[in-house]
């Protein structure tokens, strides 16, 4: 049975940096690859990004490059979201999602992230 | 970067079918972009039900089915029960970055 269990929710002041973790049960982490999603309050999905756990390698969406860094850990089958000078419209609910080779398959629970003053 | 462009609304009666389409700014989607369908339900997070263009995971109802059709990703929905209402999202694939579509507010009435 795959599990991908997020951290809490968290609020934050504009300016903070943010780090969400995502912690997978259930498989071998290194064959799974994932990516993290983020869905505002009453909008659509947006991708942000993904990591392969198997050397780290990394691939972020254009709008968020800037900001966004996505790490692992192997010896925990943790991965971690860290997305720095937080802004208003950064307030979102973060998935991540996991699968073989990329694929969209396990989504973990989500972490409300707000940023607020 | 590219836009994705799915019908914002659709309507199905119960035990009816209904399509649900998935367009990109850049031309005719193709297998390559490896189209995937997720719906989500109020207050839940997104399941995936279709990926790369028409395979099913273990968890997607037989009445969903996935395609091309007219240059675009289909997502079909046959027999529709009420509990099909949800909101609906296609993504497609660009050169490695994943673009999702806006969403498709489906209704079972």
């Not at chain 1, 934050?12 to 309050?41: D, E």
């Not at chain 2, 199905?12 to 972009?33: D, K, M, Y």
Request: net charge positive.
């Amino acid at each position: 049975q795959v599990q991908l269990v997020q951290s809490g929710a968290e609020v934050k002041k504009p300016g903070a940096p943010v780090k969400v973790s995502c912690k997978a049960s259930g498989y071998t982490s290194t064959r799974y690859y994932t990516h993290w999603v983020r869905q505002a309050p009453g909008q659509g999905l947006e991708w942000m990004g993904i990591i392969n756990p198997s050397g780290g390698s990394t691939s972020y969406s254009q709008k968020l490059q800037d900001r966004v860094i996505m790490t692992r850990d192997t010896s925990t089958s943790t991965v971690y979201m860290e997305l720095s000078s937080l802004r208003s419209e950064d307030t979102a609910v973060y998935y991540c999602v996991s699968g073989i080779g990329g694929r969209f398959e396990y989504w973990g629970q989500g972490t409300l992230i707000t940023v607020s003053s | 970067q590219a836009v994705v462009t799915q019908e914002p609304s659709l309507t199905v009666s119960p035990g009816g079918t209904v399509t649900l389409t998935c367009g990109s700014s850049t031309g005719a989607v193709t297998g390559g972009q490896y189209p995937y369908w997720f719906q989500q339900k109020p207050g839940q997070a997104p399941r995936t039900l279709i990926y790369d263009t028409s395979n099913k995971h273990s968890w997607t109802p037989a009445r969903f089915s996935g395609s091309l059709l007219g240059g675009k990703a289909a997502l079909t929905l046959s027999g529709a029960r009420p509990e099909d209402e949800a909101e609906y999202y296609c993504l497609l694939s660009y050169s490695g970055a994943r673009v999702f579509g806006g969403g498709t507010k489906l209704t079972v009435l």
